[in-house]
């Protein structure tokens, strides 16, 4: 464990200083932006949103590529890469190094590609599916994600906890807070599979490396427009947009249940997908199993003039017991009680003009809970056992905007989260990432700020400004320096 803390501490503080130095006095050969530099998003926690279709334009977003079709050479390589629009997304690209593996081929994914980490979290399947055109069948790819942060945080005196008790109420430390690897496999032209692995509680003594993705989908667009996936994915809820190159708003926080064993079925044409996810939940309050079900729309297209937009639409039959902060409010020992189920709504909405984007979310839950005897009333008093809660939502605003800066392109967000009626349910608190502490008040409501570059392809160094305010008419401050290696 002192290795891993000790390697991700050099490692940073060394990357840091020479490749920002580099990205200043190297390159300047030129402003001009790539179309595919231009489309990068500098963090896989900003929006999450659709794959454009095959014959429309998309705005910028993390959520995969423009599907074009390859040769089937034995490199897999096209010789052809169109370049994109601001409102195209960079596709997939593959490394030249092949080796053969049984009767199929392993491939890398090719710096300045798209990397399966940027695809988007709650319409994963269907940007798997359309990255897969671009690898031949039977075919290893490969890919995964860094992360570290150098972190400073203020809580003002709030109560903020985490597994080893009360967090200071100030503090900095560098932290490696992401190792994942992905590998997808095209069994052939219609069988696709995908895992992802995590190591889960970094610098830990509870430390471990777990399957935080792993699920086999059956499509293939060129003949069917359906598409069916069975395994542990995000559901397809929302898009949970917003957010720096760290922290996350309050939707995303409070509403976005972490993955989950499913099986859905889904139809994608023209811009227009739509998903029906049926998963169970066993971890209710009641102890009983619930047959739970998700169903969203989703639609995206381009007017003329570089305008771009994006919108969509979802229902939740029952949150109690799932792993969010509001669902496991739920659970055995949780804050919350409902004898009925608590069904919940999302809608989402993204405008993209060339490189400015404006996004907007909002979430509630159609039924209000009643607190129990395990409230925290920590550092004062916000809610009382008995007491009823009022109908749980949410909503998120945000912008973001890129430019060239020195041959690479800088980006700018700022997004504004809120919450109703959350009062004493715990939440996820950006500060000391590890081990992951929580606002044990709750949050009402957070602004951040931040501001990152592409020092090469797949490095993008970010600073980032967070304030969250509590239930408990306190707030928190934390500042982070975030580095994302994608490979």
Do not use: C
Not at 94 to 100: A, E, F, M, N, T
Not at 315 to 323: E, S, T
Not at 459 to 486: C, K, N, P
């Amino acid at each position: 464990m002192k290795f891993s803390r000790y390697f991700g501490q050099a490692f940073f503080l060394s990357f840091f200083s020479v490749t920002f130095l580099s990205s200043v006095f190297l390159y300047q050969d030129g402003f001009a932006l790539t179309n595919d530099q231009a489309n990068r998003n500098p963090h896989k926690k900003n929006a999450q949103s659709l794959l454009a279709t095959t014959d429309k334009k998309s705005a910028k977003t993390d959520s995969g590529s423009t599907i074009q079709s390859i040769p089937s050479s034995i490199s897999g390589v096209s010789q052809t890469n169109s370049k994109n629009t601001n409102h195209e997304i960079s596709r997939v690209n593959l490394s030249p190094r092949v080796r053969r593996i049984d009767e199929g081929y392993l491939r890398l994914v090719k710096p300045g590609g798209t990397y399966f980490e940027e695809l988007p979290s709650t319409t994963f399947e269907l940007a798997l599916l359309n990255e897969r055109n671009n690898f031949p069948d039977q075919t290893l790819a490969l890919g995964g994600y860094l992360e570290f942060d150098n972190q400073y945080w203020n809580t003002h005196g709030d109560v903020i906890t985490g597994p080893n008790g009360t967090l200071p109420k100030k503090g900095y430390g560098i932290y490696t807070t992401t190792i994942d690897v992905d590998a997808m496999a095209n069994i052939n032209s219609w069988t696709t599979f995908f895992a992802k692995v995590e190591q889960e509680n970094i610098d830990t003594p509870e430390a471990k490396m777990i399957f935080r993705k792993a699920l086999v989908t059956f499509g293939n667009f060129d003949k069917s427009p359906f598409f069916l996936t069975a395994g542990k994915t995000f559901l397809p809820l929302g898009v949970f947009g917003g957010g720096g190159v760290w922290s996350v708003p309050m939707t995303r926080a409070v509403f976005r249940a972490s993955e989950v064993p499913q099986v859905l079925l889904g139809y994608f044409k023209n811009g227009f997908n739509s998903n029906l996810s049926v998963f169970s939940n066993d971890s209710a309050a009641d102890s009983q199993k619930l047959l739970d079900y998700v169903y969203s729309i989703y639609y995206t297209g381009a007017a003329p003039g570089g305008v771009g937009y994006k919108f969509g639409a979802g229902y939740l039959n029952d949150l109690r017991g799932l792993p969010s902060a509001i669902g496991s409010a739920y659970q055995s020992g949780g804050e919350l009680s409902a004898s009925k189920r608590v069904p919940a709504y999302d809608l989402n909405a993204e405008v993209s003009y060339f490189n400015i984007d404006l996004t907007a979310e909002f979430l509630s839950a159609l039924r209000q809970g009643t607190y129990n005897n395990a409230v925290s009333n920590t550092g004062q008093i916000v809610v009382s056992p008995g007491q009823s809660q009022g109908v749980p939502s949410a909503w998120e605003l945000g912008a973001d905007y890129t430019h060239s800066w020195y041959g690479r392109p800088m980006y700018y967000s700022l997004s504004y989260s809120r919450t109703y009626h959350m009062a004493g349910i715990p939440m996820g608190w950006t500060s000391q990432p590890i081990p992951g502490p929580s606002a044990v008040n709750g949050i009402k409501f957070a602004w951040i700020a931040s501001i990152a570059r592409a020092i090469t392809d797949n490095f993008i160094l970010g600073a980032e400004w967070q304030r969250g305010y509590t239930y408990a008419s306190r707030h928190g401050d934390a500042y982070t320096i975030d580095l994302s290696v994608y490979f």
